[in-house]
């Protein structure tokens, strides 16, 4: 690339792609500054080596995202769902799709029930709907942390995805 191709003469091809034909090294190389970019020799294996004028950096950016996949990489998160034990039934199964939909996209889920008041005579209630969740969800996560109390007025669970 640049000042590091030694040989001269070379084949030249333009940012457009059109071919310039035999030039020394020194000219195409100030073509290539007049143009703004760099010179890259693209097959060293012919007579005379073939170099392109173009945007390195791009080029290398391109290559490099195209063996990632072009894909954003996803960072595992801890999504959290809110209940209470008073929560109704349809309520539940939307908190439950929920979930499936963050689970699916690979992140952690983690369950609370919050108990106030005359709600903490009912923790079987917070335990029976994050087991029927969990029932619910097992196709798609696994229990990483069960049901549990959590500072006398919250019932938590951890699921992780599959």
């Known amino acids: 690339m640049n000042e590091k191709i030694r040989v001269t003469p070379i084949q030249l091809v333009d940012q457009n792609g059109d071919l310039q034909g035999e030039l020394s090294t020194t000219e195409a190389l100030r073509m290539a500054v007049e143009a703004g970019l760099d010179l890259v020799e693209v097959s060293p294996d ?3 080596p073939v170099c392109k004028i173009m945007d390195y950096g791009k080029v290398q950016y391109e290559h490099k995202k195209k063996q990632s996949g072009g894909q954003k990489q996803h960072r595992t998160q801890l999504k959290q769902i809110r209940l209470r034990a008073k929560t109704g039934q349809h309520d539940i199964d939307f908190k439950v ?6 689970l699916e996209r690979k992140d952690k889920v983690k369950v609370n029930v919050m ?3 005359r709600e903490n005579a009912h923790h079987d209630r ?7 969740i969990i029932e619910a969800l097992e196709e798609v996560a696994t229990v990483e942390r069960p ?12 699921l992780a995805p599959k």
């Open 97 to 102: 799709k929920k979930a499936k939909a963050f």
């Open 115 to 117: 108990f106030r008041g």
């Open 126 to 132: 917070g335990r029976e709907m994050l087991l029927a």
């Open 147 to 158: 049901p549990l109390m959590e500072s006398g007025r919250m019932m938590t669970m951890t």
């Open 46 to 48: 012919a007579k005379p």
